[in-house]
């Protein structure tokens, strides 16, 4: 997210990164190594956040894996501590009291304890002591904004109450032009960084010899009439987006080439999450997939960020916040 608020472009203001902090090790190094800022890494429960800097904006997601639908009726969601991690941003945003903030979730937490979650989360933010928020937020395809990827997220956007501020979330720009993953991949053998190939089994190869592009693992002899997760042994299409890049999970979760029998390099994963490619990622292959799996691509992000500047300066002006 802090990259796709980076890349943000408007004539008069640009966004700049005052505080950022992460919990994991490998993508905290990450970070350090494609930014120009630094990052606090550690748990964000331990952090005192009164000493921390004010900023305009405040922006984040809190975990999803609680909220997740692909845990099913299993995830405990808002009932444990990792889904009340929100009320952390709900702290760090009535102490700082920002213009505005965005949160980044998965589809799942719209269902959530049968839609409660949200709503819960919603007030929160709306109640924050002093000026409130008017809270929105919408269930957006990434793809319908260019990301050549099917990647459903729920962005939550608090405008502060006294703004006056009424946003609205950009129109879709690629709804029926997506941009393909042949698009994508286009010369990204060239890239040196993160692209290493993994060596797979030959069993696992034999399945993959069986599946066309943009199959999965239905189309292998004797699998048929399982019933298990599309992105098991999923094959990305030259000519569609990619289905959702995962940041984890065994049993053919990986992702694959739709020519050649193996799994996604990272950096065709960083390509498909719209990642430069002079950004570089540290840790080893499953660290780096992680990282990839769990991040906003910055081209999706960036839309939001450049409408919440338009906003700002048709509604208020820029000026008075220059």
Same mark, same amino acid.
């Given at each position: ?71 099913? @009726? *299993?995830? #405990?969601?808002?009932? &444990?501590? !990792?889904?009340? +991690? ?8 009535? =102490? ?99 692209? @290493? *190939?993994? #060596?797979?089994?030959? &069993?696992? !190869?034999?399945? +993959? ?8 693992? =239905? ?100 000026? *008075?916040?220059?």
């Amino acid at each position: 997210m802090d990259l796709g608020f980076l890349l943000a472009k408007h004539p008069e203001i640009a966004y700049e990164i005052v505080w950022a902090n992460d919990f994991d090790k490998t993508a905290c190094e990450t970070y350090k190594k494609n930014f120009n800022h630094d990052i606090v890494c550690g748990d964000i429960w331990e952090i005192d956040l009164d000493k921390t800097p004010k900023a305009d904006v405040i922006i984040g997601g809190f975990p999803c894996q609680d909220f997740s639908i692909l845990r099913g @009726e *299993k995830r #405990s969601g808002y009932k &444990s501590k !990792r889904g009340l +991690l929100y009320t952390r941003f709900v702290e760090a945003v009535a =102490k700082k009291l920002p213009l505005f903030f965005v949160a980044e979730n998965v589809k799942g937490l719209l269902t959530a304890n049968n839609g409660w979650a949200i709503k819960k989360i919603k007030q929160d933010f709306e109640k924050v002591d002093h000026v409130g928020y008017k809270v929105q937020y919408k269930l957006i395809n990434f793809a319908d904004y260019g990301v050549p990827q099917n990647r459903e997220r729920v962005i939550i956007v608090g405008i502060r109450s006294d703004l006056g501020m009424n946003f609205a979330f950009p129109e879709p720009t690629h709804k029926n032009k997506p941009v393909t993953v042949k698009e994508a991949l286009k010369d990204v053998e060239k890239v040196k960084f993160n692209n @290493e *190939k993994m #060596s797979i089994q030959a &069993s696992t !190869r034999e399945k +993959l010899e069986q599946i066309p592009a943009g199959g999965n693992y =239905k189309n292998i002899k004797g699998y048929e009439n399982k019933n298990w997760m599309s992105l098991i042994y999923k094959r990305v299409h030259p000519d569609l987006p990619s289905p959702t890049i995962v940041a984890n999970g065994g049993g053919g979760t990986w992702g694959y080439h739709h020519l050649e029998h193996r799994p996604l390099t990272n950096r065709e994963r960083a390509r498909i999450q719209t990642f430069p490619d002079n950004f570089e990622f540290v840790g080893s292959i499953s660290e780096v997939r992680k990282q990839l799996g769990n991040a906003v691509p910055p081209q999706g992000i960036k839309p939001i960020a450049e409408q919440l500047l338009k906003t700002l300066n048709k509604e208020i002006g820029l000026s *008075k916040f220059l």
